[in-house]
């Protein structure tokens, strides 16, 4: 069974996105267009939620292009979680879910086989796999740049108990730490 990892690139003050769901102070950073090849992770299984979703059909053009979303994401299983009706580009492997992440994590697990599972976004959905005790990593890659509100990295609170620096290192402008998750005890 693979990891479940949830890797994100944030503002240094906690937001990934603004107040507007807008990335577009991420894209400001050098290197925030096209982050570096070594910081995007394998994984058999993409989730993200509706906000996530819809944003990267517009950002990728794969409303008006379905090729756009396959170069993007070839034939990998894209799972969204949603209560909303939403379309899928032709051709791509996206399945809506509704219902609690650990509903829905057989699903997954079955889809990932041995391969694992990245969270993309948004912070809330990965805080309900921390909720359901199904994440293994935290990463993300801090950028130099502020936002005073937005979609938060992360809106859970998680004691120091729970989590373990593995990586700590410079990235192009970016700050890369990556935590391992523990379990519950």
Do not use: C
Not at 42 to 52: D, R, W, Y
Not at 64 to 89: I, M, Y
Not at 131 to 160: K, M, N, Q, Y
């Amino acid at each position: 069974m693979g990891m479940i990892r949830y890797d994100s690139a944030s503002t240094f003050t906690g937001y990934i996105a603004d107040e507007t769901h807008s990335l577009d102070w991420l894209f400001a950073v050098p290197g925030g267009e096209e982050p570096d090849p070594s910081l995007i992770p394998e994984a058999a299984v993409l989730v993200m939620g509706s906000t996530t979703y819809t944003w990267v059909l517009e950002h990728t053009g794969a409303r008006n292009d379905p090729q756009s979303w396959l170069a993007e994401f070839g034939d990998k299983a894209v799972f969204v979680f949603t209560t909303r009706d939403l379309d899928a580009p032709e051709g791509a492997d996206v399945r809506f879910v509704s219902g609690t992440v650990r509903d829905v994590l057989p699903a997954l697990r079955a889809a990932a086989g041995d391969g694992d599972i990245w969270i993309v976004g948004g912070g809330d959905l990965a805080g309900q796999f921390y909720d359901a005790d199904a994440l293994d990593e935290i990463a993300v890659s801090i950028a130099p740049a502020a936002l005073a509100s937005g979609a938060a990295l992360f809106p859970r609170r998680v004691g120091a108990d729970r989590l373990t620096l593995i990586e700590a290192r410079a990235v192009g402008a970016f700050a890369r730490v990556r935590f391992r998750v523990a379990p519950r005890s």
